[in-house]
């Protein structure tokens, strides 16, 4: 799995500026987070909502404007790209969104939205080509040609959400980032959807960056996961030993938290405590100090850096571990 | 006797030959003091069933056909929700996913909770604010006299399902019907709540129905559980029966289906197509179409309630009954 580094996020900052009862208040989403993804690789993003990670997601594809950090695709600086360099970016880098019912626009037939980032580009040959690639893009997410003709309100959630990845892999990108991609779907639904991801990673070769808040699916997919918390990365390592040896509390807390489908093995005790802080006061020391168990002065006042536990492993921001 | 009896309720929707029964002869009974799960897919009927046995069912729209519901031993099937408080009939509240849309957005979450005190108590302001009050501490909302004057923006997802919670209970129901209580929440949060109800249940010795589509939760919570499938409930257990020895093979694909954290390896199972609507197959097994282990008599079989155990029947005419694996 250790290809070449096709993708790194390096120091990355995202603020936004809301007004929070007439004064304008800056939320900072991401804070300083850095990533790698390798060619081939599955990189899983977990937090809980408001953490950052699909703002991480957005602004790898400049989807946002990032206000300080570094994003390299294949060497290229991305945060600077514009015109034509951004466009092919943007052909490179490809999105799977949440909600199947909102990413499809209603008035257009599937063929259309499938082919919508070809046609911009012109990456088709002629009219045949089109087609042709439509079919084969339709056939590689398990649909049938009756599709291309159809109109999203037509399709179930499952159906929608294969065509959402037939258009992400159209033309065949380097990279998927899928965002929340099977939330929006029923359990069993959720199941092919995964097993369909998956497969093509496999046939197209692509390196995706899978992020989620369910812990059970994301780790079910990835190589290697990130775990963020309220913009920041407090861990990062290898799926298995992550899932295996969570190190940081929060970690701790969220795979605690995580329901398991087996009565004798339910949750007794007081493992997480309180919600997350308010996004609007000023982050001094550790994120996660106010809900911390191992909570000490020093995570107060001054911020962990990421570093290993031992070689090799799982890189962890925490004072007290 | 049981708090709640829902008997053979059929729930339709349409008329004369486009009459489709989206709740199928659903039967279910809640003890007090005890935790009912109630899981199935978007579609499945579950929402309709606590609608109908609330008295909620929209108007015009879907209508009670057959069956009753018992209200802690009096028939309130055809009571309106007024109509059950004035005739004494013991309380019942619900919980929805999404708090944010069932709180007053212009209203302080103080006054929405004597609101609700007072729709039950003739009880004076004062009364009903101390009342609000140790609500609000019930639910565990820290600081509960400082977030009487709050908003509800003010409050995060998690505790205005708490202050939601709190205005069910302003009624002291004898039943509380939540409804994916948890479903818009993370996961730490998620747990808190589900530690709250279980709690909540066995202090009020309340019976609770917890609709969810989510098989971790219901396992994590629920003493019984029911399953149900295109209208009709396909398996009914105790819960630890349920996980150990499923038996209905829907209840079987919804359980391996699950990616459960660690096994990345393999593929997952996955179920075939996807639900019928509820009340969209008229003939033989609704779950016929994505059944692994279908015959060719499951297509036009009327089905009949098969007894795994004392307690434990599946709605189906070739259930799992040698405990395989899934």
């Known amino acids: 799995m250790s290809g070449r580094t096709i993708l790194s996020v390096e120091g990355l900052q995202m603020g936004f500026d809301v007004r929070r009862g007439g004064k304008r208040v800056r939320v900072q989403a991401v804070d300083d987070v850095s990533l790698s993804l390798a060619e081939g690789e599955v990189l899983g993003i977990v937090g809980e909502s408001g953490c950052g990670k699909t703002t991480v997601g957005r602004s790898i594809m400049r989807l946002a404007e990032p206000q300080g950090g570094k994003v390299l695709f294949r060497g290229n600086d991305v945060l600077a790209a514009n015109g034509k360099n951004l466009d092919e970016l943007r052909l490179n880098i490809r999105m799977v969104f949440q909600d199947p019912y909102a990413s499809l626009n209603p008035r257009r037939t599937i063929a259309d939205s499938i082919a919508e980032a070809g046609d911009i580009n012109g990456t088709f040959k002629d009219r045949a080509d089109r087609d042709g690639q439509i079919a084969a893009s339709l056939s590689a997410v398990g649909l049938d040609q009756s599709f291309a003709a159809r109109y999203p309100h037509e399709l179930s959630g499952g159906q929608r959400q294969r065509v959402g990845i037939a258009r992400a892999i159209l033309p065949v990108p380097a990279i998927v980032i899928a965002d929340e991609p099977v939330s929006a779907l029923d359990v069993s639904i959720q199941a092919q959807v995964l097993n369909l991801l998956m497969d093509l990673r496999e046939t197209l070769k692509l390196s995706m960056i899978f992020i989620s808040h369910d812990i059970g699916v994301i780790g079910y997919v990835s190589d290697r996961l990130v775990v963020m918390y309220r913009g920041r990365v407090v861990e990062t390592g290898g799926t298995n030993s992550i899932l295996e040896y969570p190190a940081h509390p929060y970690t701790r807390a969220l795979l605690a938290a995580v329901p398991r489908p087996d009565p004798s093995l339910r949750i007794v005790g007081t493992i997480p405590v309180g919600e997350p802080p308010s996004q609007f006061s000023r982050l001094v020391g550790c994120p996660y100090a106010s809900r911390c168990p191992l909570v000490s002065q020093q995570c107060k006042t001054e911020a962990p850096q990421l570093r290993p536990l031992k070689t090799d492993g799982p890189l962890i921001a925490c004072h007290n571990v | ?326």
């Open chain 2, 1 to 326: 006797m049981s708090a709640l009896r829902i008997e053979g309720l059929t729930v339709s929707i349409g008329a004369g030959p486009a009459t489709a029964d989206i709740v199928d002869d659903v039967s279910l009974t809640l003890e007090r003091g005890k935790i009912l799960g109630l899981v199935g897919e978007s579609g499945s009927g579950k929402s309709m069933t606590s609608l109908a046995a609330m008295g909620l069912l929209p108007k015009p729209g879907p209508r009670i056909r057959a069956g009753r519901v018992m209200l802690d031993g009096a028939d309130v099937t055809q009571l309106e929700p007024w109509q059950r408080v004035e005739a004494g009939h013991g309380a019942m509240s619900m919980i929805f996913q999404e708090p944010m849309t069932s709180l007053n957005p212009v209203r302080r979450v103080g006054d929405q909770i004597v609101e609700a005190v007072r729709v039950r108590e003739r009880v004076g302001a004062r009364e009903a604010t101390d009342r609000a009050r140790e609500l609000l501490e019930l639910v565990r909302i820290p600081d509960a006299e400082l977030q009487l004057s709050a908003f509800p923006h003010q409050l995060s997802g998690g505790m205005r399902q708490r202050v939601m919670i709190a205005i069910a209970l302003a009624g002291r129901p004898q039943v509380l019907i939540a409804d994916e209580p948890t479903t818009a929440l993370d996961v730490t949060v998620q747990f808190q709540i589900l530690g709250l109800l279980r709690e909540l249940c066995n202090a009020l010795d309340m019976a609770v129905l917890f609709i969810t589509h989510d098989m971790g939760v219901i396992a994590q919570l629920a003493d019984r559980v029911a399953v149900m499938y295109a209208g009709r409930i396909v398996e009914n257990a105790p819960a630890r029966e349920l996980f150990a020895a499923p038996s209905h093979p829907y209840s079987r694909a919804l359980m391996a289906c699950m990616p459960i954290r660690g096994v990345g390896a393999h593929r997952l199972r996955t179920i075939p197509g996807q639900a019928p609507r509820a009340g969209s197959v008229k003939a033989g097994c609704a779950f016929a179409a994505r059944c692994p282990d279908v015959r060719d008599s499951c297509r036009t079989v009327t089905l009949t309630r098969f007894d795994i155990a004392a307690d434990h029947d599946a709605l189906c005419a070739f259930p799992v009954t040698d405990g395989r694996p899934l």
